[in-house]
C-alpha cells in the first residue's frame, strides 16, 4: 500500500478521500490554491502545498504545478477526485511520466471513453444498445436533417467532446433544427474547443441509471448496482438513489452485465460509471456515456452496498486484488443524495456565493454528511458552488425518505442561499415520494408545486426572533446627556452575564 | 418596544417586552407570552406551552434571516424611532428597494427606463455570472427611479443596479 497519497482536489471530495488515506494508515497532500489557503480540505490533510493563484486553470488545472507538488514531498500516487483533471488523459499520462501512480484507469481507457463518439463505438462493440443516433459527428445541416428525419423527431443534438449538458439541444420539429444546430456547433466550439457534434434520437420520460463498476489489476470486473439520477437541473444531476425506485433485479442483473461487458472490452481498471437512459415506458436501456473516475454520489452505493470504494481504488491502484467478488454484492436497504448547493433554487439556481456565517450539520440514525466547508468557509465564485452531499439510508425506501425529511430539517446554513429549501419541498412531493422520476422531473415539479404556507404564528415568532436580534445588537441606547452608545442593552446585559458566568467557574 | 417588521412586503405593528426569561409580545393584535433562553449567539429559543421553538437569527443586507423549523424567514425591522431621529436604518425608507447584484459580472441588457411602472417580480436587469444569465426582478410593485448601469458594465457583488419606489 502506499506510504503517502497527493490529492488533486479540493472540498468534499478531497475531504473524503483525505478520510480513506487516513483508515488505511497513508499520509495524505492536499493541494490548494491562494484562496483556498483556510479551507476544509487542507485543514484535514498531515500536509497541504499551494499550487497556484484562486484561478482553477492556474491551481487545481496546472498539471505542471501539481507534479511539482507531489514531487517535492515525496508522495507515490495521485487521486484526481471528480471533475478538475479526473478525466484528463494528459494528466495520467503526465503522472506516470514522473514515476508517480495515477489512482484510476489507464490513459489509454480514459481517451477511449471520453470522446462520446468513440464511447459508443466501444459500446456498439461489446454489445450494448446504445440510443439510435450517429457515432460519428454529423458536419453539415443538410446530414442533420436527413438522419434526423430518419430517427423521427424529438431528437437530441449533443457535443461529441461534451459533459455537463453544454452543447446538448433538443428538438422537437423540423422547423427547430435549422437554428438548433447552428446553436449547438457554437457552444461546443465555446465550451469544448471543438465543434463537433451528433445526433441521437430523444427517447421518452427517460430515466438516467447508471452501473457503478469496480475493475483491479488481476482480471476481476465486477458491479455495485445501479444509482436513479434522474433529478436533475440543467443536465446535472441533484438527487440520486440507490438503488432505483424500479428495483427491479432482473433489470439490474440485464445493465449490470452489460456495464461489467463495456468494463472488460476497454480493459478497464478501478471505479467506473456506466450512464445508463432507461425508458421508463418500454424499460429499454441504452448507453449513454463512461465516467472513467469516483463519481459524486459515490455514497449511496456505499451506503447500500457497504463497500468503500475509495479504500478499493488505493487497493487496485497498489496492484492489490478488488476486496470482494461479484457473488459477495448484496443491496441491503435504500440510500438517498441530495447535493447541497450554494445556488438559489427560487432563481433558476443561480450561484450564491458568500461567507457561511452559520453552520449546523445533521447527524444521527442513517445520516452521511460528506462536506466541504465548516462555519466561516467563503464559498468562491471560483469553483463549483456544491458545498456539500447528504445522504441517508433506510430499510426501505420510505424509511429513507422520513430521514432525509428530518435530516434537511436539521440542516441549517446561514449567509449563503442554498438548495436545501428546494430538497425540502421535493422530499415531500407526491411524485418522489411514489418513485415517479424521469429528467423532466423538476421542469414538471416547478409548475405543480404550490407553496405551503407556515403556519401563521410561527411566522411571528420568526418576526418576534428578528426584533429580539435587531434589540440585542443594533439598538441604539441613549444615555444622559444625548450621547450614543453603539452597543445595546441587550448585548450588554449578555456581556453582564457573561462574566457572571465566567466568575462562577 | 415598539417596531415593524415586514415580512414578503407585508407590514406588521410589534410590540414587543422582555423581563428576564419572559417575552410578551403583541403581533397584529395577536398575543404571546413566551419563555426565553439564549443558548449562543444569534439563537434565540422560545418556550410556549411547552412547545420548544429555536429560532436562528443572522443579519444580511439589512434583512434579518430567520430559521425556524426547517423554513427560512427574511424579515425587515423598521425602527419608528430611529428613523424619528433621523438615524435612518443605513438608508433602508420603507418603500424604497435597491436591486444589488448577487455576485460580480456583467450587464447584458437593462430593461426598463427611469420611470417605467414595474409590477413585482418584473425582470429590470440581465447580469451574466459565472456562464449564467441571471435576471434580477422587481422585489415590489412601483417605478423606477434610478438605473445606474448600462448594458457592458461590469459590477461587484453589492453594487446598486436600479431602484424602485
Redesign the interface.
Known amino acids: 500500500m502506499f506510504r503517502k497519497v497527493l490529492i488533486a482536489n479540493r472540498g468534499e471530495i478531497a475531504v473524503r478521500i483525505i478520510r480513506g488515506c487516513r483508515e488505511l494508515g497513508i499520509n495524505s497532500v492536499a493541494i490548494y490554491s491562494e484562496a483556498d489557503a483556510e479551507s476544509v480540505h487542507v485543514r484535514a490533510a498531515d500536509e497541504a502545498v499551494c499550487v497556484g493563484p484562486a484561478s482553477s486553470s492556474q491551481s487545481y488545472l496546472n498539471i505542471d504545478a501539481i507534479i511539482a507538488a507531489a514531487t517535492s514531498v515525496n508522495a507515490e500516487a495521485i487521486h484526481p477526485g471528480y471533475g478538475f483533471l479526473a478525466e484528463n488523459a494528459d494528466f495520467a499520462r503526465a503522472v506516470t511520466a514522473a514515476g508517480l501512480t495515477f489512482i484510476g484507469p489507464s490513459a489509454d481507457a480514459m481517451d477511449l471513453m471520453g470522446s462520446k463518439t468513440s464511447a459508443r463505438r466501444v459500446a456498439v462493440e461489446a454489445g450494448v444498445p446504445i440510443v439510435p443516433g450517429t457515432v460519428e459527428e454529423i458536419t453539415s445541416f443538410e446530414e442533420a436533417r436527413k438522419t434526423a428525419e430518419k430517427f423521427g423527431y424529438p431528437v437530441m443534438l449533443k457535443a461529441a467532446a461534451g459533459g455537463g449538458g453544454k452543447g446538448m439541444r433538443l428538438v422537437t420539429s423540423s422547423d427547430e433544427l435549422n437554428s438548433s444546430f447552428t446553436a449547438a456547433q457554437a457552444e461546443a466550439a465555446a465550451a469544448f474547443g471543438e465543434a463537433a457534434v451528433y445526433l441521437e434520437k430523444a427517447v421518452e420520460r427517460p430515466r438516467h441509471i447508471e452501473i457503478q463498476i469496480f475493475a483491479d489489476t488481476h482480471g476481476n470486473v465486477v458491479h455495485l448496482g445501479e444509482r436513479e439520477c434522474s433529478i436533475q437541473r440543467r443536465h446535472q444531476k441533484v438527487i440520486e438513489e440507490c438503488p432505483s425506485p424500479i428495483d427491479d433485479p432482473d433489470l439490474r442483473q440485464r445493465m449490470g452485465d452489460a456495464a461489467v461487458k463495456i468494463g472488460q472490452t476497454v480493459n478497464y481498471t478501478g471505479a467506473g460509471t456506466i450512464e445508463f437512459l432507461l425508458s421508463d415506458t418500454t424499460r429499454d436501456f441504452y448507453f449513454l456515456e463512461m465516467n472513467t473516475r469516483l463519481q459524486v454520489e459515490h455514497p449511496v452505493t456505499e451506503l447500500v452496498t457497504g463497500f468503500d470504494l475509495v479504500r478499493e481504488q488505493f487497493r487496485v491502484a497498489a496492484g492489490e486484488p478488488l476486496s470482494f467478488t461479484q457473488d459477495d454484492v448484496r443491496w441491503v436497504g435504500h440510500a438517498i443524495e441530495c447535493r447541497i448547493y450554494a445556488e438559489?433554487p427560487a432563481?433558476?439556481f443561480?450561484?450564491?456565493?458568500g461567507t457561511i456565517?452559520?453552520l449546523?450539520e445533521p447527524s444521527g440514525p442513517g445520516v452521511r454528511v460528506d462536506s466541504g466547508v465548516a462555519n466561516l468557509s467563503e464559498v468562491s465564485?471560483h469553483y463549483d458552488p456544491m458545498i456539500a452531499k447528504l445522504a441517508v439510508w433506510g430499510r426501505t425506501r420510505d424509511e429513507a425518505i422520513e430521514r432525509l425529511r428530518r435530516a434537511?430539517?436539521?440542516?441549517?446554513v446561514?449567509?449563503i442561499t442554498t438548495t436545501l429549501?428546494f430538497f425540502?419541498e421535493v422530499a415531500r412531493d407526491e411524485e418522489f415520494v411514489a418513485g415517479k422520476l424521469d429528467t423532466g422531473f423538476i421542469a414538471r415539479f416547478n409548475e405543480r408545486r404550490v407553496e405551503v404556507e407556515?403556519p401563521p404564528e410561527?411566522?411571528?415568532?420568526?418576526?418576534?426572533?428578528?426584533?429580539?436580534?435587531?434589540?440585542r445588537?443594533e439598538?441604539?441606547v441613549f444615555v444622559q446627556g444625548g450621547a450614543q452608545v453603539s452597543d445595546g442593552r441587550?448585548k450588554m446585559a449578555?456581556r453582564t452575564a457573561g462574566l457572571r458566568r465566567w466568575r462562577k467557574s | 418596544m415598539k417596531l415593524k417588521a415586514i415580512v414578503d412586503d407585508q407590514e406588521h405593528e410589534l410590540n414587543v417586552k422582555i423581563e428576564g426569561d419572559r417575552v410578551n409580545a403583541e403581533i397584529d393584535g395577536r398575543v404571546y407570552e413566551l419563555e426565553l433562553r439564549e443558548p449562543e449567539p444569534g439563537s434565540y429559543l422560545f418556550l410556549r406551552d411547552a412547545a420548544v421553538h429555536e429560532c436562528r437569527v443572522s443579519k444580511a443586507h439589512e434583512t434579518f434571516h430567520v430559521n425556524l423549523h426547517g423554513r427560512n424567514y427574511a424579515v425587515t425591522i423598521v425602527d419608528p424611532k430611529r428613523l424619528r431621529s433621523g438615524q435612518g436604518a443605513h438608508g433602508h425608507h420603507h418603500g424604497l428597494a435597491e436591486i444589488t447584484a448577487p455576485m460580480p459580472g456583467k450587464v447584458v441588457r437593462v430593461l426598463i427606463e427611469t420611470g417605467d411602472k414595474v409590477e413585482k417580480g418584473a425582470g429590470l436587469v440581465v447580469v451574466e455570472a459565472m456562464k449564467m444569465q441571471n435576471e434580477m426582478k422587481s422585489p415590489r410593485v412601483g417605478v423606477v427611479v434610478s438605473i445606474n448601469v448600462k448594458p457592458g458594465d461590469t459590477v461587484n457583488a453589492g453594487d446598486v443596479l436600479a431602484v424602485v419606489e
Open positions: 438559489d432563481n433558476n443561480f450561484p450564491s456565493p456565517t452559520y449546523r465564485i434537511l430539517d436539521e440542516y441549517q446561514a449567509g429549501p425540502r407556515p410561527q411566522n411571528d415568532l420568526a418576526m418576534i426572533a428578528a426584533a429580539l436580534h435587531y434589540s445588537y439598538q441604539p441587550w449578555g
